[in-house]
């Protein structure tokens, strides 16, 4: 599986500024996939953390993580149309600050699913260091609006 951003933007219902994964660049519908992100100065995150010193905020990293999963999910056709939603973070840690101009590799694993949630492990790096790592739930659901 390779995706373009245009073709994510097909899977994930992210835009800008929210949007997270430039690129899928491996992967098996389902089961894991691989993604970059290009990190720019110019993302609105660096005008508050920080100002004088820029670094990407760890809970974007792992959002990122989740959107990566998402697609491999999101992407059968059993799940099209739906919205990826986070149900759980554990166990994140984070090994390596990621900065504008660093390329961050992704990998999602989907370790198992039940239903209509997915139990993931993830890891970003880059330049082949290790950045981040986590375990993520998703649940899956309805991509309709409601009153509630």
Known sequence: MQLDSNQISQILPHRYPFALVDRITD?????????????????????????????????????????????AMLAEPEHRGKIGFLGAV?????????????????????????????F??????VDGQLAATVELTLAFGSNETSDR
């Open 120 to 125: 993931v492990e993830g890891r970003a790096s």
């Open 27 to 71: 992967g098996e519908e389902g089961s894991w996939a691989r993604g970059i992100k290009c990190v720019s100065v110019q993302e609105p995150v660096f005008q508050g953390h920080f100002p004088t010193y820029h670094v990407l905020p760890g809970v974007m990293i792992i959002e990122a993580l989740a959107q990566v999963a998402a697609v």
């Open 90 to 118: 554990k166990n994140a840690r984070f090994k390596r600050q990621v900065r504008p101009g660093d390329v961050m590799e992704m990998e999602s694993r989907i370790v198992r699913t039940r239903g209509n949630f997915a």
